[in-house]
């Protein structure tokens, strides 16, 4: 098992990463024998994953982390790295490697402060490892003012530090950063492949792989956790029985609370399981006694800790928000398919009967004005509009079509 076989359908990028890891692993040991480096090298201190959420930005930038960590003995017998058993690739890909630092944000934004703590560590040697590797998995998510300090570590990087941004695409990203990256792009994984990977890796019923897979439209984690979650199937039955029930103003305002209820939900669950067990272990940490009060001066630190978890709980929410509304698109996407007598295959076959309901009750173009009211739903929760509000607005719109 080398580190590429979680890289599902993206054989082009897999085979640019394996050169540019190749290259890189001739640079160190070129540096390390006193030797000149070899010319036209593929491998550059910055690089840029993008593409559809589920295409495995992050699992692309994690497997490259672990081939530039690779100490397996092969590669002086030509062997590529990137074993997948080596002490460097295990420990890159579980977390544990102390030169690859893999940052990933559960709050709206990645600010200024926790970039330049980002950046002071760039600057640093490798501790035990080939390279210095600092993953971004939400590069996205970086205000203007983060994004600026960023810039500066990438126009001036370190000799052995590499960095790896993952954004859904290139817009997403400050022109000035992306323009000194190098650029990736994945797609979607095939249906039938991540079917097959959840099959092979997960041990999941080949049926059900299938089911989750295409419901998912090759989302690979998405997919996953729909084959491995009942809730999880029992909550998407649920959205996709939305569109019968708004056939009056009355519907309308019910499902959408229920929607946003179910998102509240959703985020009271993440804090139950994360948010005690950070309030006890930052309590301990300031000397805190159970049951009693805490020390004078840590009421700063614990309001800062308050303020994160809210910051977390609303992430949480809106992620659950937007996961509905992609499954509802999804939904109006086969209903479209049907009205139009596409030959394309179905995501949804298990509501068949809903989908051949609303297609038969309504046309093409009023199918195409409720797409649209879904992704005017998604915009207004970007731009902070009340998720209830919101939500509501694109339930009477879908009455409405």
């Known amino acids: 098992m080398t580190v590429w076989d979680d890289l599902v359908g993206q054989d082009r990028v897999q085979e640019q990463l394996g050169a540019a890891a190749r290259d890189a692993d001739a640079l160190v040991t070129a540096q390390s024998e006193g030797r000149p480096v070899p010319p036209g090298s593929k491998m550059t201190h910055a690089w840029l994953f993008t593409g559809p959420p589920g295409s495995g930005r992050s699992t692309a930038a994690r497997a490259f982390a672990a081939a530039l960590q690779c100490t397996s003995p092969d590669r002086a017998l030509g062997g590529a790295p990137g074993c997948g058993f080596c002490d460097g690739c295990h420990t890159a890909l579980i977390a544990t490697h102390a030169d690859v630092e893999v940052i990933r944000t559960d709050l709206l934004s990645i600010g200024v402060k926790e970039t330049r703590e980002l950046v002071r560590r760039a600057q640093l040697?490798?501790?035990?490892?080939?390279?210095?590797?600092?993953?971004?998995?939400?590069?996205?998510?970086?205000?203007?003012?983060?994004?600026?300090?960023?810039?500066?570590?990438?126009e001036e990087p370190a000799p052995r530090t590499v960095w790896l941004l993952c954004a859904p695409s290139l817009e997403d990203v400050l022109?000035?950063?992306?323009?000194?990256?190098?650029?990736?792009?994945?797609?979607?994984?095939?249906?039938?492949?991540?079917?097959?990977?959840?099959t092979r890796r997960d041990g999941i019923d080949p049926e059900r792989a299938a089911f989750a897979a295409r419901a998912t439209q090759g989302h690979i984690g998405r997919a996953r956790r729909l084959a491995t979650d009942e809730r999880a199937r029992t909550r998407r039955t649920a959205v996709l029985r939305l569109p019968l029930r708004v056939h009056d103003v009355g519907g309308c305002l019910k499902a959408a609370q229920e929607l946003i209820d179910t998102a509240t939900d959703d985020a009271?669950?993440?804090?139950?399981?994360?948010?005690?067990?950070?309030?006890?272990?930052?309590?301990?940490?300031?000397?805190?006694?159970?049951?009693?009060?805490?020390?004078?001066?840590?009421?700063?630190?614990?309001?800062?800790?308050?303020?994160?978890?809210?910051?977390?709980?609303?992430?949480?929410?809106?992620?659950?928000?937007?996961?509905?509304?992609?499954?509802?698109?999804?939904?109006?996407?086969?209903?479209?398919?049907?009205?139009?007598?596409?030959?394309?295959?179905?995501?949804?076959?298990d509501v068949r009967d809903a989908l051949d309901r609303v297609a038969e009750a309504s046309t093409p173009e009023r199918t195409l004005r409720r797409i649209e009211a879904v992704i005017a739903c998604r915009r207004a929760l970007d731009r902070n509009v009340a998720p209830l509000l919101a939500v509501e607005a694109m339930t009477v719109a879908l009455r409405a079509g």
């Not at 501790?127 to 960023?150: F, K, P, S």
């Not at 950063?177 to 097959?196: F, M, Q, Y």
């Not at 309030?279 to 309001?303: E, F, W």
């Open 268 to 349: 009271k669950q993440v804090a139950e399981e994360i948010d005690v067990k950070e309030t006890d272990d930052l309590k301990a940490a300031l000397g805190g006694v159970a049951g009693g009060r805490m020390p004078r001066g840590t009421a700063g630190a614990m309001k800062e800790l308050e303020d994160r978890q809210k910051r977390r709980r609303t992430r949480t929410q809106r992620d659950s928000i937007d996961l509905a509304l992609s499954e509802l698109t999804g939904f109006y996407r086969d209903v479209l398919a049907l009205q139009l007598g596409s030959r394309i295959a179905l995501a949804n076959t």
């Open 175 to 198: 022109p000035t950063i992306r323009s000194r990256c190098r650029h990736l792009n994945l797609r979607t994984p095939p249906v039938d492949a991540v079917a097959d990977v959840l």
């Open 125 to 154: 040697s490798p501790a035990v490892g080939r390279w210095q590797v600092i993953v971004m998995e939400d590069a996205d998510r970086l205000t203007e003012g983060a994004g600026n300090v960023l810039l500066k570590a990438v």
